[in-house]
């Protein structure tokens, strides 16, 4: 992706987490993958009124039609209002795609590949690989490390030096004065409204994972085909070992779920098939550090 593709996947992306429920917490574009970190909760949808309904799909769709329905967002309006034949049958198809991650995704991915063809004159499909889904413990350290470690994806990759410099990320955006991107970081910090306070703790969250001095590795130092050598793994980009935000941490994008030792515990009990019946119990992510609390469930057969 480019800017101009970055740019188009943003406004997608947040269009349809408007349209799906669900809170964009923070988000990482890069040239070849992308993150981003969503805050649901289904019951908001399941007790969504006729009115939040049209709102979400005008926020989606605008004045154009839905395709799928012949329908505008004046004209699902009205359908409501008078609670006519097709009402009810249209409020479950609407829903049905609202409140699940794998449907968002499908639907991002899917309006993008559109967007990309029509821009470029190709056919076919875009995206190389299906999503991978983590789900993370809310309201905790875990839930902002996770964060940092996403908004930290264009200083390990050597791309700029201040995570707020990139801007096509949610602090990047955040930093340009978006208020969505605000919004998020507020919540990543336990807040309900943004304000320069939370802002410049989120910075000095991020900026605490770099070690004094440290800078990114320079182009001529990455391997062009894989990123940073063996050698440099470890080090890469300056974070600070101490942190556990190494060049990458395969639990934040390949493992079931990340949190607390107790929560993933929990977790597993209540979901055994996902964990225990496996014989897969939670696993520190570091053994000591500032990661040594925070577990993981384990990574193998994890395909979405």
């Not at 269009?15 to 969503?38: D, R």
Request: charged share 30%; with cysteine.
């Amino acid at each position: 992706m480019d800017e101009e593709a970055m740019e188009a996947m943003r406004h997608i992306m947040r269009s349809q987490a408007v349209f799906a429920g669900m809170e964009v917490l923070t988000y990482c574009f890069l040239a070849n993958h992308f993150h981003i970190f969503v805050r649901l909760d289904p019951k908001e949808t399941e007790n969504l009124d006729d009115a939040g309904l049209v709102g979400r799909f005008r926020a989606l769709y605008g004045v154009t039609r839905c395709a799928s329905l012949g329908l505008d967002a004046d004209d699902l309006e009205v359908i409501l209002t008078k609670n006519r034949d097709s009402a009810e049958g249209i409020r479950r198809r609407l829903k049905a795609r609202m409140g699940d991650v794998s449907v968002f995704m499908r639907e991002v991915k899917t309006r993008f590949t559109l967007w990309y063809n029509q821009k470029h004159g190709t056919v076919g499909t875009f995206w190389a690989e299906r999503f991978r889904s983590v789900i993370v413990e809310a309201d905790t350290e875990a839930q902002r490390m996770v964060a940092a470690y996403i908004d930290l994806n264009p200083v390990r990759a050597g791309l700029v030096e201040d995570a707020g410099a990139y801007g096509f990320s949610g602090f990047g955006e955040a930093c340009a004065g978006g208020s969505a991107a605000r919004r998020g970081i507020a919540r990543i910090e336990g807040k309900a409204t943004w304000t320069t306070k939370w802002h410049e703790r989120y910075r000095a969250r991020l900026c605490s994972r770099m070690g004094p001095g440290m800078r990114p590795l320079r182009r001529d130092q990455r391997s062009p085909a894989a990123g940073a050598t063996k050698e440099e793994a470890m080090p890469v980009a300056g974070l600070a070992e101490e942190s556990g935000l190494r060049s990458k941490i395969r639990a934040f994008s390949e493992s079931w779920a990340v949190g607390s030792v107790a929560w993933v515990e929990s977790f597993c009990a209540a979901n055994g098939w996902l964990g225990f019946r496996r014989g897969r119990k939670p696993k520190p992510l570091m053994e000591d550090g500032e990661a040594a609390d925070f577990a993981t469930v384990a990574t193998a057969e994890k395909r979405h």
